[in-house]
């Protein structure tokens, strides 16, 4: 398989469509699901074109993680959360949608499940609303 540009994640790196951005670096861009799961639900993604995880250089993890990391600790504390799932899907059959690499990171709160993969559009002044609180806690 191999990578297409054309894909939403490339659009929103090269600012061909908007998003709701948390955190931006060289390597890396975090910003806010769409069509969020729960309260929170943002995503990381590096700026190199890869699939999945399997055709992504190791080089590109390494400068990833700790992101995700980070994202999600403020992205926790943000949204109240007692703790968050980390999810990666990898093509078709395992559910992935977009064919950029990409982390998602759910912040959970006792006893709430989350809503359905790619479910109802949010509302974009929620979604902003979110970034900001998320940015907040950015360390
Ligand atoms: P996947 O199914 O590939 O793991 O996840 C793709 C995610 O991208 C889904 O959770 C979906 O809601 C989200 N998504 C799809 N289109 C857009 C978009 O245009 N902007 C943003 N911010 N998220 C999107």
Do not use: W
Request: proline share 6%; charged share 20%; aromatic share 6%.
């Amino acid at each position: 398989m191999t990578y297409d540009s054309n894909n939403i994640f490339a659009k929103i790196l090269r600012g061909e469509i908007p998003s709701h951005k948390i955190y931006e670096d060289e390597h890396t861009l975090a910003f806010m699901d769409v069509m969020p799961q729960c309260d929170g639900h943002c995503l990381v993604i590096p700026k190199a074109p890869s699939r999945g995880l399997l055709d992504t250089d190791p080089a590109v993890l390494a400068l990833v993680m700790p992101v995700v990391q980070k994202v999600a600790k403020a992205a926790v504390a943000a949204m109240g959360a007692d703790g968050f799932q980390l999810r990666q899907y990898n093509e078709a059959a395992a559910g992935q949608t977009v064919f950029h690499l990409h982390f998602h990171i759910f912040p959970m709160k006792e006893g709430v499940p989350l809503r359905g993969h790619v479910g109802k559009m949010a509302d974009h002044e929620v979604l902003a609303e979110q970034a900001k609180a998320i940015k907040v806690h950015l360390t």
